[in-house]
């Protein structure tokens, strides 16, 4: 299973808030097959067992943000593909949090 946190950040709004953009970036994947993801304060995680699907993704988010007129757009990506195990992301969450006190 492959997990990528993407953050997406639109470069010279018109405002401080890139809330409107990152939303219409999140929108623009959300029927995609194949992937699942979860928004964070910080950016989206999105899980796929196929690494062709995150690129496209996160491609298909970064489009978006520039179909909506900003010229530039920084994209900050991790990704963690394992494949001795086949981890969701909650369960990933779930061992941490065993090991927590």
Do not use: C, W
Not at 38 to 63: C, H, P, R
């Amino acid at each position: 299973m492959i997990q990528a946190e993407i953050s997406i950040y639109p470069i010279a709004t018109r405002t401080t808030s890139a809330s409107f953009y990152i939303a219409k970036a999140i929108e623009s994947i959300k029927n995609t097959e194949n992937l699942r993801f979860e928004i964070n304060s910080m950016g989206t995680i999105l899980e796929s067992d196929n690494m062709d699907v995150i690129n496209n993704a996160t491609t298909k988010m970064i489009e978006t943000v520039h179909n909506l007129g900003i010229a530039r757009v920084e994209a900050i990506i991790k990704i963690d593909s394992r494949k001795d195990k086949d981890l969701k992301m909650e369960e990933k969450l779930d061992s941490i949090r065993r090991q927590m006190n």
